[in-house]
């Protein structure tokens, strides 16, 4: 299985439409954009079998927090991922406000903010 | 037991002496520094029951990473720390490369540069 | 008087109800957060002899302006911290633009448009 | 022409009314200021000979990018601006995308969005 | 020709040796990696067809340049890259100072100081 | 007096022959950079008189640590300058450590360390 059909899977798995979707939108002005997504952001990363996906996104939350409020969007999407991946409503509070260490204060209680904002549609939903 | 308590019995088992080496160091400019960070980051933060100790060390390789090579020394003691928290070298290097998805490339070749001295160390000592 | 206690105090006299807020927006998946930041924040920060208030504030605006408009929210609550503190409306303006040298324009000119708001909601209360 | 009288001239050929607007936005606060932003990085920066301007615009938009969505708003007076400059809507989307690989993934995509956005401004005024 | 093919052909005419480069450095920790770097920086960034390479270079500068000192190393070897595209020390000195607006003046005196450091090397090879 | 001469004058005072030495170092590139440096540095930011110079150089060590360790070298040149507006090191030590709460723990130790360096060599000096 090539990079780009593992990562198609992968992708189809957790964010089902999101190739799609980028094509759609970006695809104008930026031919084979989305491809080059699915095939290095899943199959050549998320994909890759040394770190079992849980960790992976904990890694990813941590990083989007500490790097600040200005990744919101990509934090929402990847803590609902995480959600799917089995860590639990605590365990992405604790990642996150572990990073008032990192990233300071302010980007913590940024991303805290976040996490709420997705528990919060999560719940709407049951 | 205090968060304090807590905090000392946790940093002395990760980095031994170093509350005292914050207090030799800064003490006489900052009274009360070296306890503020045993207290707040191994007592309140790292010594949290809601998230293991492993899964702290991915998140703050990850983000320590992503901030990029200005954290450099900090992201050693951690790489260290998570060695013996149980994570393999391979463990780390994935968590590290991954951020070249949210950190761009640069922090995670960095980063891994990073890892490579602490591996070459370990195995000096061996 | 503990940290804690010392923290308490004066996190009362300049963000009245803080702690509370904080517990019961994060209490239910963080337990001692709250009282994480009353005792390190401001206990142990804040609350130091070692540099009066104001400075701090001075220390604080030009931090989160240079880190980006991502910290906004925190930049409004310490802008209006400032004022308390009595740090005239010409003053933290010259704070902030001063950070057009070290932070780069764009983020000097979001932090003014942010202190503008703290000022126009000022004197919409008087 | 003194740096000044250049930077006027340059920023009201770029955005007319700039210069007024900083003036009647900041003056108050900040005497001064609207003349040394348009001496300093009109006159002295964007007027300078080495450079086509084509060239700085390519060089803006990748900062602005790379810095992170917090300079959405600067991003956005530069995306435009460089279409007046010459630069195809192609040509601006190419270098946000790069931009994965050097600010993360999340600051090209918001990148792109902001772009996006001003793509659709430009279509409204046909 | 594959994305994979397109990238290696770009990466060993700008970068001799890159690939064999990473491959003996980090692929016992992260296999497929190096091959990952060609496929998607090189076959799927750099060699697209919508915007020159020299463009590409004065992006890769400017965005370097303001995310800071930390990225010194790949600063270098794009420095390098440019000269080989084109770009004159004149310009690439143009394009780093410029970033004095965006990433602040130390990021671009930082910047500058490793254009220097590869325009001696230059000279010390004529 | 314009701002250039007004410019020359404080960076006279603060900085000896700064002026002199980025002429020297980058004129050959980029002409006009110093006397850019100069008047707007210091002549339209540094010498304004809406808040003094001590707090400017608060502001300027806060930001400059809250920034991260990239800023090394000017954090360095700073420190210096505000010992000579009159700060004293544990005033300095202070402005530091309190970045702890924006930037980081590592940026606020890494900041430390480099005021560390710069308190050495002014006891060298006496």
Sequence with gaps: M??????????EELNPGMEAALEARYGHLLPGMAEG?????????????GLPLRDRYVATIASLTALGGQTAPQLK????????AGLTQEEIAEVIW?????GG??????????ALEVFAEEESQE
């Design 77 to 84: 999407v990847n803590i609902a991922g995480a959600r799917k």
């Design 37 to 49: 997504i699915v095939d290095f952001a899943y199959g050549r990363q998320y994909a890759r079998p």
């Design 2 to 11: 090539s990079s780009t059909e593992k990562g198609r899977a992968l992708s």
């Design 98 to 102: 572990q990073m008032a260490l990192y």
């Design 105 to 114: 204060f302010p980007s913590a209680i940024n991303g805290l903010n976040t």
